[in-house]
């Protein structure tokens, strides 16, 4: 009976607190339980996930979004871990090892394409714009310095062309030692920005054969792929006098003082595409919902990152052994809207690295076929192809019919403005947004690889 009498006035008094609180505890059990349901009303059909990345500033999107919850938001549980290089990263993720992958923008578009390994991938994810940049050995840049444009106070003007390094290169090749440079891969951004930077200023940068996979044919540079974190290791040792890289790894030489970096592909071609976020064609379709729920997050991740307020919480996130790694003041170096060129030469370049704005992660069908036609102009792709090809080829790889599931639940949920969603076919308007001027139609893509001097030039064979 005392028990009971004990219960009955614990009971009581618990049910006067509660009233004596206004319901407080009753408020705080609603809150919990509205931040712990996740928002999308997608049905997930895998919700444990591995992603992988390479140790690159521009893996940021997969990071805010486990870190800042946007992936649990969606009902998924990642796992993001690093990968060694993107030969591996290709692999494990065609392999199944891997549910997706933030990846070279070349990689998904040379699968399916028949260069390489070839697989059905899918990217419905733009992971940014810019973040590279091609950096040259101390000696190499004593001997450009004298050859760049200054303006009155004695200042390099920016950008830097590779008309600048083509007596250093002469040099080389009259006292018998090849010009060698590095990029991460063949199908990288980085190689056919590197290419474009020299080939601009009548530079050859070679050319693919079946037999010669190296792209060294007729080439006055040597480019050679290296890993990105081993790019300053390799500069300093010598085996190679400059390299294109994303950050941190530019900036890592200026902090080490063994390089210094001469431009950007933000003056290479303003916001031109960078990395991608790719899964295999089998995965979304077998996992539609899932494909669209990590869309979901990783455009709020991109969205979270172009805040400026947010730029340093990001670099102490990508410091993080687990992520990129680098120091802080080398990430912040180029992630707070300035870019360091020459030791203490810090330039304001609030677009180095854009993660939203412009439409960032959004997969244009245009972006994409400027890398086919890269890789036709250089010989990766051996033949002609009709114009009609590079169209058709993009749209079975690049996804905005996922992107835009994605986006428009997104409204919905009051996540981001019905505007930031672009009316578009796929396609970027025409620009001359490069470092010679050259006009890129991405509806004329033979018209585009006959413009230039050096390289592949076409009939269409449909004609």
């Known amino acids: 009976m005392k028990a009971l009498l004990k219960n009955g006035i614990g009971t009581l008094l618990a049910g006067l607190l509660l009233v004596s609180c206004g319901g407080k505890t009753e408020k705080k059990s609603e809150e919990l339980a509205e931040n712990t349901t996740p928002s999308t009303s997608l049905e997930i059909e895998k919700p444990q996930l591995t992603f992988g990345f390479i140790k ?13 919850g946007f992936f649990e938001d969606e009902g998924l549980f990642v796992s993001v871990e690093a990968q060694s290089n993107w030969k591996n990263v290709l692999d494990r993720v065609i392999d199944g090892q891997l549910d997706g992958s933030h990846m070279l923008a070349g990689q998904p578009i040379a699968a399916g ?21 091609i950096t040259v050995s101390n000696d190499v840049w004593s001997k450009m310095k004298p050859n760049v444009p200054k303006d009155a106070a004695g200042k390099t003007i920016h950008p830097i062309k590779a008309d600048a390094l083509k007596p250093v290169i002469t040099e080389y090749k009259n006292s018998g030692k090849p010009f060698k ?8 951004t980085h190689n056919y920005e590197i290419r474009y930077w020299l080939a601009a200023a009548g530079i050859h940068p070679g050319m693919y054969t079946a037999d010669n996979v190296q792209g060294q ?25 400059g390299y294109c890289v994303g950050e941190p790894w530019n900036q890592q030489a200026v902090f080490k003082g063994i390089g210094v970096p001469v431009t950007t592909n933000y003056d290479i071609w303003k916001n031109n595409p960078e990395k991608v976020f790719v899964m295999t064609k089998k995965f979304v379709d077998e996992n539609p919902n899932t494909a669209v729920a990590v869309t979901k997050a990783l455009i709020r ?50 677009d180095f690295n854009v993660f939203y704005k412009y439409h960032a992660t959004y997969p244009f069908y245009s972006d994409g076929i400027w890398f086919l036609t890269q890789m036709r102009r250089w010989g990766q792709i051996p033949e002609a192809k009709p114009s009609s090809w ?36 796929g396609y970027k308007p025409v620009t001359s947004d490069f470092i010679d001027g050259s006009t890129y139609d991405a509806k004329d893509p033979i018209g585009y690889i006959n413009s230039f001097t050096i390289g592949n030039k076409d009939v269409d064979p449909s004609l």
Request: aromatic residues 8%.
């Open 56 to 68: 690159l500033t521009d893996m940021a999107p997969l990071a805010i979004a486990k870190e800042k």
């Open 217 to 241: 044919i007729d080439a006055e540079v040597l480019l050679s792929v290296t890993p990105p974190p081993q790019m300053p290791a390799t500069l300093e040792a010598g085996t190679i006098y």
């Open 113 to 133: 394409a028949g260069f390489g390994r070839q697989a059905e991938l899918v990217t419905p994810f733009s992971m940014d714009l810019n973040g590279n940049g």
């Open 301 to 350: 991740a991109g969205k979270w990152l172009d805040q400026p307020e947010n730029r340093a919480e990001a670099v102490k996130i990508l410091s993080m052994s687990q992520y990129v790694g680098a120091d802080e003041a080398v990430l912040a170096n180029s992630m707070t809207g300035t870019f360091e060129f020459e030791k203490g030469d810090k330039r304001s370049m609030p």
């Open 390 to 425: 590079y169209g058709e080829t993009i749209k079975d790889i690049y996804r905005p019919d996922i992107w835009k599931k994605a986006a428009d639940i997104l409204v919905t949920e009051g996540k981001i403005p019905a505007s930031d969603i672009p009316d578009t076919d």
């Open 181 to 188: 440079m590095g990029m991460v891969f063949p199908v990288s």
